[in-house]
């Protein structure tokens, strides 16, 4: 199980490394069928290839913690494959001419919850080693990368509708969504190394 879910967990990262611009350029200029489809099919691809990767993160934490990171890493992972499909069906016609706009609400909600779930994993990651203490701390920033900029999005569109984007603005919405694009493929990428350790093999 560790072996794969060491090759599913890189697998995962190439996913989200490439998938996550593709999101950008499909939806330029503006949002279509064809960014549902490859926001669907990351998410899809996301819950199949983490799946083996929940059922073993949680082996560092004990009894209680551990059944919980494990149950609901799983959970998102099952929610993610649902919501991809219904993302895809969406873009390909089968509920609608367009696919409606509330088809993308469960996939983005399904990506907050993915990246809550990477912070509660790495707490579990407290070792004295370095990689632990990396899977750790990169762990808690992936969780923060993602969810500031989310819970500020549905801030300012409740509460500031009238604000502009300006070039003050830019630089830190770009390293906001540079930090989300790169934090969970390295946040993978050492929990594949930590996992190789632990097996007493090298990197896949």
């Known amino acids: 199980m560790v072996l794969i879910a060491r090759i599913t967990a890189a697998i995962a990262a ?3 490394f490439v998938g996550a611009p593709l999101v950008s350029l499909a939806g330029v200029p503006l949002p279509s069928d064809a960014q549902y489809m490859v926001i669907g099919t990351m998410a899809a691809l996301l819950g199949l290839t983490l799946a083996p990767l929940t059922l073993t993160i949680g082996s560092p934490a004990r009894g209680r913690m551990k059944a919980i990171i494990q149950f609901s890493g799983l ?61 750790f701390w990169l ?37 906001a969504t540079l930090l989300v694009w790169v934090s969970l493929p390295s946040w993978l990428t050492l929990v594949v190394i930590g996992l190789s350790e632990k097996s007493g093999v090298g990197p896949a």
């Open 75 to 135: 959970a998102i992972c099952i929610a993610l494959i649902g919501a991809g499909v219904v993302l895809v069906l969406a873009a390909n016609g089968r509920l609608g001419d367009r696919a409606p706009g509330w088809a993308t609400a469960p996939a983005f909600v399904c990506f907050a919850g993915l990246f809550l779930w990477v912070s509660l994993a790495s707490s579990s990651f407290r070792g004295r080693s370095t990689i632990d203490r990396g899977i």
């Open 14 to 16: 190439l996913v989200w």
């Open 139 to 175: 762990g808690m920033l992936t969780g923060v990368s993602f969810l500031v900029p989310f819970l500020g999005s549905i801030l300012m569109f409740y509460l500031f509708r009238d604000f502009v984007i300006t070039n003050a603005t830019i630089l830190p919405l770009l390293l």
